[in-house]
Protein backbone atom coordinates (compact mmCIF):
# COMPACT_ATOMS: atom_id res chain seq x y z
CA UNK A 1 0.00 0.00 0.00
CA UNK A 2 1.37 3.14 -1.06
CA UNK A 3 1.61 6.07 1.22
CA UNK A 4 1.57 9.80 0.65
CA UNK A 5 4.98 9.79 1.60
CA UNK A 6 6.17 7.00 -0.89
CA UNK A 7 4.89 9.95 -3.70
CA UNK A 8 7.10 12.58 -2.36
CA UNK A 9 10.32 13.66 -4.05
CA UNK A 10 14.02 12.60 -2.54
CA UNK A 11 14.43 12.05 0.87
CA UNK A 12 16.37 14.46 2.88
CA UNK A 13 18.07 13.92 6.09
CA UNK A 14 16.61 11.59 8.97
CA UNK A 15 16.44 12.07 12.99
CA UNK A 16 14.91 9.50 15.46
CA UNK A 17 11.21 10.98 15.72
CA UNK A 18 11.52 8.97 20.25
CA UNK A 19 8.08 8.57 19.86
CA UNK A 20 6.59 4.67 19.27
CA UNK A 21 4.90 4.60 15.46
CA UNK A 22 1.09 4.47 16.37
CA UNK A 23 0.49 1.59 13.76
CA UNK A 24 2.79 -1.23 14.86
CA UNK A 25 4.31 0.77 18.22
CA UNK A 26 7.91 0.18 16.81
CA UNK A 27 10.43 2.76 18.61
CA UNK A 28 12.32 2.57 14.52
CA UNK A 29 10.78 5.70 14.68
CA UNK A 30 12.69 8.88 12.35
CA UNK A 31 11.61 12.61 11.29
CA UNK A 32 12.31 13.08 8.06
CA UNK A 33 11.85 16.01 6.11
CA UNK A 34 10.41 15.81 2.25
CA UNK A 35 9.81 18.42 -0.67
CA UNK A 36 6.78 17.78 -2.27
CA UNK A 37 4.44 20.32 -4.52
CA UNK A 38 2.65 23.02 -2.45
CA UNK A 39 -1.13 22.44 -3.56
CA UNK A 40 -1.88 26.00 -2.08
CA UNK A 41 -0.21 28.01 -4.94
CA UNK A 42 0.30 26.97 -8.34
CA UNK A 43 3.85 25.89 -9.02
CA UNK A 44 4.90 26.00 -5.38
CA UNK A 45 7.29 23.54 -3.69
CA UNK A 46 7.14 23.15 0.07
CA UNK A 47 9.12 21.30 2.57
CA UNK A 48 7.20 19.33 5.42
CA UNK A 49 8.44 17.03 8.26
CA UNK A 50 7.12 13.19 8.18
CA UNK A 51 7.31 10.69 10.84
CA UNK A 52 8.42 7.36 9.08
CA UNK A 53 8.35 3.82 10.64
CA UNK A 54 11.16 1.96 9.35
CA UNK A 55 9.35 -1.13 10.70
CA UNK A 56 5.84 -1.16 8.94
CA UNK A 57 6.06 1.70 6.65
CA UNK A 58 3.47 3.95 8.14
CA UNK A 59 4.02 7.36 7.52
CA UNK A 60 2.29 10.54 8.65
CA UNK A 61 3.18 14.60 7.05
CA UNK A 62 3.50 16.92 9.88
CA UNK A 63 3.05 20.64 10.17
CA UNK A 64 4.65 22.74 7.08
CA UNK A 65 8.32 23.94 8.01
CA UNK A 66 10.57 26.59 5.75
CA UNK A 67 12.18 25.55 3.51
CA UNK A 68 15.73 26.45 5.16
CA UNK A 69 18.37 23.61 5.09
CA UNK A 70 18.26 20.19 7.38
CA UNK A 71 21.83 20.02 8.12
CA UNK A 72 23.04 16.38 8.83
CA UNK A 73 25.04 17.47 11.69
CA UNK A 74 22.78 19.17 13.04
CA UNK A 75 19.91 17.99 16.10
CA UNK A 76 16.42 18.59 14.57
CA UNK A 77 14.79 22.00 15.74
CA UNK A 78 12.20 22.06 18.21
CA UNK A 79 9.66 23.06 15.49
CA UNK A 80 10.13 19.51 13.87
CA UNK A 81 10.38 17.55 16.72
CA UNK A 82 6.97 19.03 18.09
CA UNK A 83 5.45 18.66 13.99
CA UNK A 84 6.15 14.89 13.73
CA UNK A 85 4.70 13.75 16.95
CA UNK A 86 1.74 16.16 16.44
CA UNK A 87 1.20 14.90 12.69
CA UNK A 88 1.37 11.17 13.94
CA UNK A 89 -1.52 11.60 16.14
CA UNK A 90 -3.47 13.49 13.74
CA UNK A 91 -3.10 10.93 11.00
CA UNK A 92 -4.75 7.93 9.95
CA UNK A 93 -4.99 5.38 12.84
CA UNK A 94 -4.75 8.38 15.74
CA UNK A 95 -7.21 6.02 17.60
CA UNK A 96 -4.39 3.84 18.78
CA UNK A 97 -2.46 6.54 20.12
CA UNK A 98 -2.25 6.97 23.94
CA UNK A 99 -2.26 9.75 25.79
CA UNK A 100 1.50 10.00 25.83
CA UNK A 101 1.15 10.31 21.92
CA UNK A 102 -1.05 13.18 21.69
CA UNK A 103 0.44 17.34 21.85
CA UNK A 104 -0.36 18.83 25.31
CA UNK A 105 -3.67 20.21 25.74
CA UNK A 106 -1.73 23.19 27.41
CA UNK A 107 0.64 23.87 24.40
CA UNK A 108 -2.06 25.17 22.36
CA UNK A 109 -3.65 27.10 25.14
CA UNK A 110 -3.76 30.80 25.28
CA UNK A 111 -2.04 33.01 27.50
CA UNK A 112 -4.02 34.68 30.05
CA UNK A 113 -4.41 38.34 29.05
CA UNK A 114 -3.24 40.67 31.86
CA UNK A 115 -5.51 42.98 33.94
CA UNK A 116 -6.24 46.23 32.73
CA UNK A 117 -4.49 48.86 35.18
CA UNK A 118 -8.79 49.98 36.00
CA UNK A 119 -9.07 45.94 36.69
CA UNK A 120 -6.45 46.59 39.15
CA UNK A 121 -7.46 49.25 41.28
CA UNK A 122 -10.50 47.91 41.17
CA UNK A 123 -9.25 44.99 42.99
CA UNK A 124 -7.10 46.97 45.37
CA UNK A 125 -10.36 49.38 46.35
CA UNK A 126 -12.11 46.31 47.34
CA UNK A 127 -9.59 44.64 49.48
CA UNK A 128 -9.53 48.26 51.28
CA UNK A 129 -5.98 48.99 49.82
CA UNK A 130 -5.79 52.70 51.78
CA UNK A 131 -2.12 53.98 50.70
CA UNK A 132 -1.18 55.57 47.03
CA UNK A 133 -2.06 53.81 43.58
CA UNK A 134 1.50 54.13 42.05
CA UNK A 135 2.14 52.85 38.60
CA UNK A 136 4.82 50.94 41.16
CA UNK A 137 2.06 49.50 42.82
CA UNK A 138 -0.58 48.50 40.16
CA UNK A 139 2.85 46.42 38.44
CA UNK A 140 2.94 44.63 41.86
CA UNK A 141 -0.30 43.76 41.96
CA UNK A 142 -0.95 43.16 38.10
CA UNK A 143 -0.54 39.30 38.13
CA UNK A 144 -2.23 38.76 41.48
CA UNK A 145 -4.97 40.52 39.98
CA UNK A 146 -4.94 38.77 36.44
CA UNK A 147 -5.19 35.51 38.27
CA UNK A 148 -8.36 37.28 40.23
CA UNK A 149 -10.80 36.75 37.26
CA UNK A 150 -13.99 38.83 36.78
CA UNK A 151 -15.40 40.63 39.66
CA UNK A 152 -18.13 39.18 41.56
CA UNK A 153 -16.95 35.77 40.85
CA UNK A 154 -16.21 33.30 43.84
CA UNK A 155 -12.49 33.19 42.44
CA UNK A 156 -12.46 37.09 42.72
CA UNK A 157 -13.63 37.11 46.19
CA UNK A 158 -11.35 34.46 47.15
CA UNK A 159 -8.43 36.85 45.49
CA UNK A 160 -10.23 40.42 47.88
CA UNK A 161 -10.12 38.20 50.92
CA UNK A 162 -6.53 37.11 50.38
CA UNK A 163 -5.07 40.04 49.45
CA UNK A 164 -7.13 42.05 52.33
CA UNK A 165 -5.65 39.77 54.98
CA UNK A 166 -2.22 40.48 53.48
CA UNK A 167 -2.35 43.82 53.62
CA UNK A 168 0.51 45.62 55.37
CA UNK A 169 2.99 42.50 54.16
CA UNK A 170 5.73 43.26 51.89
CA UNK A 171 5.19 41.29 49.37
CA UNK A 172 2.45 40.67 47.31
CA UNK A 173 1.00 37.18 47.98
CA UNK A 174 1.44 34.03 45.68
CA UNK A 175 -1.58 33.09 42.60
CA UNK A 176 -1.90 29.60 44.14
CA UNK A 177 -3.10 31.24 47.50
CA UNK A 178 -6.31 32.21 45.25
CA UNK A 179 -6.74 28.95 44.15
CA UNK A 180 -6.35 27.20 47.58
CA UNK A 181 -8.62 29.80 49.25
CA UNK A 182 -11.63 29.27 46.41
CA UNK A 183 -11.16 25.55 47.04
CA UNK A 184 -11.72 26.23 50.70
CA UNK A 185 -14.26 28.58 50.01
CA UNK A 186 -16.37 26.01 47.96
CA UNK A 187 -16.13 22.99 49.78
CA UNK A 188 -16.98 24.77 53.05
CA UNK A 189 -20.15 25.76 51.05
CA UNK A 190 -20.72 22.37 50.06
CA UNK A 191 -20.03 21.00 53.64
CA UNK A 192 -22.79 23.86 54.92
CA UNK A 193 -25.02 22.97 51.72
CA UNK A 194 -24.88 19.05 52.88
CA UNK A 195 -25.92 19.93 56.82
CA UNK A 196 -28.66 22.12 55.44
CA UNK A 197 -29.86 19.19 53.30
CA UNK A 198 -30.12 16.85 55.97
CA UNK A 199 -31.60 19.19 58.92
CA UNK A 200 -34.08 20.00 56.55
CA UNK A 201 -35.04 16.51 55.49
CA UNK A 202 -35.10 15.75 60.00
CA UNK A 203 -37.56 18.68 60.26
CA UNK A 204 -39.43 17.29 57.27
CA UNK A 205 -39.99 14.02 58.95
CA UNK A 206 -40.70 16.06 62.29
CA UNK A 207 -43.49 18.02 60.46
CA UNK A 208 -44.88 16.16 58.04
CA UNK A 209 -48.03 16.24 59.31
CA UNK A 210 -48.42 19.27 60.82
CA UNK A 211 -47.91 20.92 57.27
CA UNK A 212 -50.18 18.69 55.73
CA UNK A 213 -53.01 19.96 58.08
CA UNK A 214 -52.14 23.56 58.31
CA UNK A 215 -52.03 23.92 54.61
CA UNK A 216 -55.53 21.61 54.63
CA UNK A 217 -56.90 24.77 57.14
CA UNK A 218 -55.54 27.54 55.32
CA UNK A 219 -56.97 26.33 52.03
CA UNK A 220 -60.44 25.85 53.44
CA UNK A 221 -60.54 29.10 55.37
CA UNK A 222 -59.42 30.85 52.55
CA UNK A 223 -59.80 28.95 49.49
CA UNK A 224 -55.78 29.41 48.49
CA UNK A 225 -53.23 27.87 50.01
CA UNK A 226 -50.19 29.60 52.85
CA UNK A 227 -47.19 30.99 50.82
CA UNK A 228 -43.96 29.03 51.79
CA UNK A 229 -43.07 31.69 54.46
CA UNK A 230 -46.09 31.57 56.07
CA UNK A 231 -46.28 27.98 56.44
CA UNK A 232 -43.00 27.56 57.75
CA UNK A 233 -43.61 30.55 60.13
CA UNK A 234 -46.78 28.61 61.73
CA UNK A 235 -44.28 25.64 61.78
CA UNK A 236 -42.02 27.41 63.84
CA UNK A 237 -39.06 27.15 61.44
CA UNK A 238 -36.57 30.13 60.25
CA UNK A 239 -34.06 31.06 57.90
CA UNK A 240 -32.13 29.30 55.29
CA UNK A 241 -33.91 26.08 56.88
CA UNK A 242 -37.35 26.79 55.77
CA UNK A 243 -37.62 26.85 52.27
CA UNK A 244 -35.70 23.72 52.06
CA UNK A 245 -37.76 22.05 54.56
CA UNK A 246 -40.24 22.11 52.35
CA UNK A 247 -38.75 21.59 49.21
CA UNK A 248 -37.65 18.20 51.14
CA UNK A 249 -41.83 17.78 52.01
CA UNK A 250 -42.41 18.17 48.58
CA UNK A 251 -40.29 15.51 47.72
CA UNK A 252 -41.41 12.70 50.00
CA UNK A 253 -44.60 13.74 48.50
CA UNK A 254 -46.43 15.13 51.59
CA UNK A 255 -46.92 18.50 49.79
CA UNK A 256 -47.17 20.05 45.85
CA UNK A 257 -47.54 23.13 44.21
CA UNK A 258 -46.99 24.69 41.05
CA UNK A 259 -45.73 28.01 39.57
CA UNK A 260 -48.81 30.01 40.40
CA UNK A 261 -48.86 32.25 43.71
CA UNK A 262 -50.57 30.43 46.92
CA UNK A 263 -51.13 26.91 45.06
CA UNK A 264 -49.21 24.96 48.05
CA UNK A 265 -52.03 22.04 48.68
CA UNK A 266 -51.40 18.41 50.05
CA UNK A 267 -51.19 14.92 48.14
CA UNK A 268 -54.23 13.02 49.43
CA UNK A 269 -52.75 9.65 48.38
CA UNK A 270 -49.01 10.58 50.73
CA UNK A 271 -49.01 8.32 54.41
CA UNK A 272 -46.63 9.09 57.09
CA UNK A 273 -43.79 6.67 57.03
CA UNK A 274 -44.81 5.19 60.03
CA UNK A 275 -47.90 3.61 58.42
CA UNK A 276 -46.46 2.62 55.16
Not at 67 to 75: I, T
Request: proline content about 8%; aromatic content about 4%; charged content about 30%.
Amino acid sequence: MRTRADETRASRTRRPLGTPCIACRSTNTWVEMQREADRTRPGGVGEWPYALCRSCGHAVRGRLTSAAQFPPDAAPSRAESDAAPSAESSGGGGGDATAADRPSARRDKRPRPKASDERVEELLQAAGYNRAVTPEVLQEHRRFATHAGKPGLPRWKAAVAILNGAMGAPEVPHVREIYAEEKRRREAQQARAARIRKQAAELADEHAVAAREQVARVRAATGEGPTWRELAAALGVKGPLASAMIDALHRRGALTSTKEPRSLSVTPEWMPPSDR
